[in-house]
């Protein structure tokens, strides 16, 4: 099984933007093609400009002195290839000639580009770990192929996003049906406003895999429909327990909520998002946890209880001092470890 990297600190926390990007640029004489530039900030803003646009060519009439324009074109072209967002993802090179007029020097500018304009159009600008977590929950549920981010505010590295889609996945578990291999590129390489292009490759093809959800959301809504019902610490029991006559723990068996409702049988991985996607049907707050047993990579739960928020491992036969609920105190005693911080407390009060 392939496990995304570790490792998450905070990013500043904010809603969903869907702002596009927009440079302030001069046009002249009303020709968006056509704009003017004072110094080498405003054509840097205008290079911007033309690639936020799609534009294959344009033109500058740089007002500045003729021996900087070279240098300036040179090292403008340069900055938004390599250091602003859009560019890195999209451009493969920009060519300029210039021609020498009285007041200015008029560049012609052609803008070659390595992604479509479907491509640039589906870029999601997302800031702040809750709108990416979001943002790579839906591309799970839906088993999409990919999804490319415009993130703001951000200088985290690859493990920081690839922690975010464990999180992701586990956050779903009605389809969770086989972690995706993952692959990361980062536009550019270093900076505050990034942009993510994730590739997601599913261990089943697509139509597999909607076969598989479907046939889970059968067995999640039938057994919710007779759990629905009960009070809800009866639920929250209830709920452990059709998980456990579902099927049985084998360590050798599959790791998904399909593996042990239709099969019969699942690792801990599997057992784990059978209760987690059992409990979201019911409404009941629960998360998949990970970390190990006695040294071994294992899986369980987090579950609110009447007495708060509780371990519960149904992968294992129920702890005789303390039943299937547990602190994290107990937990710990029992061999097991997970890393504090990511997961609700447990404690005795």
Partial sequence: MSLLLAGCSALLERDYTSVTPHNAVPATEGDPSILRADSYQELVNALIYFVNGGMEAGTVRLYTDAENVESFLSDACLEVVQEDPLGAYCVEFIKYTVDPVVAYSEAHLDITYRRTREQVASIVQATGVTAIRSELEAALTAFAPSRTLRIRYFSEDEAFIRDLARQAYYGVPDCALGMPEIDLSLYPNSGQQRIVEILLHYPLDHAELEKRRTVLTGWLEELAAELAPMERQE???????????????????????????????????????????????????????????????????????????????????????????????????????????????????
């Fill in 235 to 349: 639920r929250v029991s209830a709920a452990a327990q059709a998980v456990r006559e579902a099927g049985e723990y084998d360590p050798q068996a599959g790791s998904t909520a399909y593996h042990l409702f239709e099969e019969g049988a699942a690792d801990s991985e599997g057992v784990c998002l059978a209760f987690a996607a059992l409990c979201q049907k019911l409404e009941l707050p629960c998360q998949a946890v990970w970390g190990t047993l006695n040294e071994e990579l294992h899986f369980w739960n987090v579950v609110q209880t009447g007495a708060g928020w509780r371990h519960l491992d149904l992968s294992v036969p129920e702890a005789e001092d303390s039943g299937p609920f547990c602190t994290d105190r107990q937990f710990q005693e029992l061999g097991y470890l997970w890393k504090e911080g990511d997961f609700p407390p447990c404690t005795e009060d």
